[in-house]
């Protein structure tokens, strides 16, 4: 293939459908409320694991329920087929798909997590992931833990979006455009595009600690899923294959900085991912086999990002252990 390619040959990411919000200042007709909704979330989704990033560093279990859906799925949408009876046991679905009829029975869009489903009466509310996170910082500040982090100055705002548009271009969603390219010449822009951004993120992160200030911010909730998973998935299922994170020295210590940083590492299951995106892509990966590697236990070495300083909650505490239900498989 050569540069003409017709642009139709880049993967395109399909918008959300269902864009309504859950706020506390009465905008929306979905009032923020304490054990009204149930976040749906899969361990292997990037996009899934910033909301269960940040409901952890914000400390709303106690308010906001989250069900897991299993790393497969099929045609019929994710599945919660690591539950007893294959159902997630508060809102008694099988498939995440059936959330979603409530809510539109003609519903034919892409059936996506994370979801926030109204538990009473089984319909998704949203699965809105580029503002879910974002209103979990601002409109659900009642409820969040004494010590939360503000993941969201307000006076750091600008800044943390314009890092954000730039990191789901070239690198959250940059990995997909590699990944899912239909042609050569589509698949080199998206590497180039995805390598320069890693380039100057490293070079950003090479003199602070953090992406925004010097704490830890959405921006870095952001880059950070995609990060974790650059090993064991992008590198060789997606083709991201210049280099492996491990080989790029500032990103392999500032992702081993947040992994060992209580609410993140704490969220992830490299078995989950490597299923999912090696099971599921069969048109990547029609074998369906599963790669043993890589050798996780490197996330735990020293970073020695310390010396950079920061103060990764501001001026907070870190949240406590995950609850017994919530907790992954440690790293041995």
Known sequence: MTATQPATEAFEREPVALTERITDDGSSRWPVEPG?????????????????IVRRLLGL???????IAGPLHDERSWRFHLDPDNRDPVLGIEYLGEAYRKADPDFDAG????AVVEIA??????????QLTLDLSTQ???????GAPDLYPEEQRAEIDEINEAVYHDVNNGVYKCGFAKGQASYERAYRGLFARLDALSERLATRRYLVGDTITEADVRLWVTLVRFDAA??????????????????????????????????IDFEQIKQHYYG???????????????????????????????????NGTPPGPPADDERVPPIS
């Not at 059936?111 to 994370?114: A, D, E, Y």
């Not at 009466?121 to 580029?130: A, I, P």
């Not at 210049?242 to 081993?256: D, G, H, S």
């Not at 599921?280 to 990966?285: A, E, G, K, R, W």
């Open 61 to 67: 279990e106690p308010v906001l329920s989250m069900g």
């Open 36 to 52: 009204r909704y149930r976040l749906i979330v899969a361990r292997a989704c990037p996009w899934a694991n910033r909301s269960v």
């Open 280 to 314: 599921v892509h069969t048109q990547i990966n029609p074998s369906g086999i599963v790669p043993l590697g890589p050798d996780p236990s490197g996330w735990l070495t020293p970073h020695g990002r310390e010396e950079l300083g920061g103060r990764p909650f501001g």
């Open 234 to 267: 992008y590198h060789g299922h997606f083709k991201c294959n210049r280099q492996q994170l491990a080989e790029m020295p500032v990103l392999w210590a500032y992702a081993r900085d947040l992994f060992q940083t209580p609410g993140f590492g704490d969220t």
């Open 111 to 114: 059936i996506t997590v994370p």
């Open 121 to 130: 009466s089984g319909k998704v509310v949203t699965n809105g992931f580029q």
């Open 140 to 146: 659900w500040t009642a409820h969040h833990r004494d």
